[in-house]
């Protein structure tokens, strides 16, 4: 394929920009359908009058449907994206930001979608549905999941359908709620993603962060004991990253401690660890559900984050080498291969 390829971009490399304009046009209505000509335009930077023609185009050859609601996709054009995926990824050089990627974290596995989340919103969705495939792909009955909070995991689960062998897959949060909007937490992103999966849920309703001594008495409560006993024995943990003084200040985190995240210089955070460059904790802030050593053993560890604005966080939350999977956008993937720390 990859010969293929280098001989388009030499001979026709006007219908490679066309093929490649037309299957994100497609891309961008599978996400946001039903969705108007106007909002199309003006989320893929294009001109009106070039949608307008583009979707005439379309409609003619049965892969979008116009309605009063706005542009839907036919089945012909969910297949055809579907199909067209792999190749899509050889001609924009995803495939080569994966290898490169999983070859300098050492990972299991890397997967990268087209754009950056810090442009475009519409890309973390497009992460999330990555993240579910990938789920479906390792789906064995009778698994527990665990999952964290933040607008990533949210789009993970807003993206959530039913798939052989989920149905009796236990769901669960992986710490307890930040003090942040509802939708975000870990708590509903858990029922949202047990709920489109067919599955169960279990739920653990403390806050997060925590003081030591209120710690110690929470995780003896049978309630809460039982529910963590379940999430540290979990299959598979899906989680974010976070930039470390962006969750700092999501976390009201006190002065005193501030002072500390920023003279020590962190920038990623995850699980209520902060990480230098380097990928040292430099700062942790006590927290009820998964610690970093839970993370050891024969577990899947999914780590989904993206934005070029993230490729610091990134960076040093895999220097340790927690999780095994990484799904990003190519704007932290770029970001992260110009790293020369890496």
Request: aromatic letters at 6%; one cysteine or more.
């Amino acid at each position: 394929m990859k010969e293929w390829i280098e001989l388009q971009k030499k001979l026709y490399p006007d219908v490679l920009e066309i093929i490649q304009n037309r299957y994100r046009l497609l891309h961008y209505v599978s996400l946001m359908e039903p969705i108007g000509r106007r909002t199309l335009a003006d989320n893929l930077n294009l001109k009106e009058r070039s949608i307008r023609s583009e979707v005439t185009f379309l409609q003619n050859g049965g892969m979008v449907e116009v309605t009063t609601r706005g542009l839907l996709l036919t089945g012909e054009g969910r297949s055809l994206l579907e199909n067209m995926a792999p190749y899509m990824r050889e001609v924009s050089g995803v495939r080569v930001l994966e290898d490169r990627l999983r070859e300098k974290l050492k990972l299991k596995s890397v997967i990268v979608v087209p754009g950056d989340s810090d442009e475009s919103e519409w890309v973390k969705e497009e992460m999330g549905k990555a993240c579910v495939t990938y789920l479906q792909s390792i789906s064995r009955p009778g698994q527990t999941l665990a999952v964290t909070g933040g607008t990533t995991m949210a789009s993970v689960a807003s993206r959530m359908t039913p798939s052989a062998g989920m149905e009796d897959w236990l769901f669960v949060p992986a710490r307890g709620g930040l003090g942040e909007r509802v939708e975000h937490q870990a708590n509903t992103i858990c029922v949202e993603m047990a709920k489109k999966a067919m599955g169960n849920y279990r739920l653990l309703y403390v806050p997060d962060p925590i003081s030591e001594e209120s710690y110690q008495n929470i995780i003896e409560e049978p309630s809460v004991k039982d529910v963590l006993g379940i999430i540290r024995s979990s299959d598979i943990v899906i989680h974010g990253l976070g930039d470390a003084l962006t969750m700092a200040n999501r976390r009201k985190t006190p002065d005193d401690q501030l002072a500390v995240i920023k003279e020590r210089q962190a920038v990623g955070e995850a699980f209520g660890y902060y990480f230098s460059q380097s990928g040292e904790v430099v700062h942790k802030v006590r927290t009820v559900g998964l610690q970093l050593e839970d993370l050891e053993g024969d577990r899947e560890v999914i780590a989904v984050a993206g934005g070029s604005s993230k490729a610091d966080a990134i960076s040093s939350y895999f220097q340790p080498g927690k999780s095994s999977v990484l799904i990003t956008d190519e704007g932290a993937a770029k970001e992260l291969i110009r790293d020369a720390s890496l």
